[in-house]
């Protein structure tokens, strides 16, 4: 089971849209990726989420999961329309809130196949995140494509 996470800018445009239903119809198509997991913090994890659920009426097979990097296990969890399941890092129940979503980010970078990423160069959590990616990349652990450089 191949596991593909985004990471984008939170202000990414809705330009990006057509280029991200490709990447992830080529992420199905091409690498047997069943499994799409993003956050919910800003415009590009609301284009992905788009796409993927776009893609899942053609490919019923694909699991749209949320990422949560804060979670009350007092509170009942409603998943968003659309989301199979959740997935809370381990360890992250110990993370300050201000640093939560940069860990279970780095967390998923750890844990899956492949990245879709917008990252425009500017310096922030983005770029950091994706340069982290690529350097597991130069060691064959993982597949990164940055959408902001096609």
């Known amino acids: 089971m191949a596991i593909c996470f985004f990471i984008?800018?939170?202000d990414t445009p809705a330009s990006i849209l057509p280029k991200l239903r490709e990447a992830v119809e080529r992420h199905i198509?091409?690498?047997?990726?069943?499994e799409f997991v993003v956050g919910r913090y800003g415009s590009?994890?609301?284009?992905?989420?788009?796409?993927?659920?776009?893609?899942?009426q053609r490919h019923p097979e694909i699991r749209l999961t949320l990422l949560l990097p804060y979670y009350d296990p007092t509170k009942p969890l409603e998943l968003?329309?659309?989301f199979d399941?959740?997935?809370?890092?381990?360890?992250?129940?110990h993370a300050p809130r201000r640093v939560a979503i940069v860990?279970?980010?780095?967390?998923?970078?750890?844990?899956?196949d492949y990245l879709i990423a917008y990252d425009a160069g500017r310096i922030g959590n983005t770029r950091k995140l994706v340069e982290y990616a690529r350097h597991r990349e130069d060691k064959g652990l993982i597949h990164v494509e940055n959408l902001a450089r096609i």
């Open 8 to 10: 984008g800018h939170r």
């Open 29 to 34: 198509a091409k690498y047997g990726v069943t």
């Open 44 to 56: 590009f994890d609301s284009l992905a989420t788009q796409a993927i659920m776009e893609a899942k």
């Open 80 to 82: 968003p329309t659309g």
């Open 85 to 93: 399941g959740s997935l809370y890092p381990d360890g992250l129940e």
């Open 103 to 112: 860990r279970a980010n780095q967390y998923m970078i750890r844990h899956c």
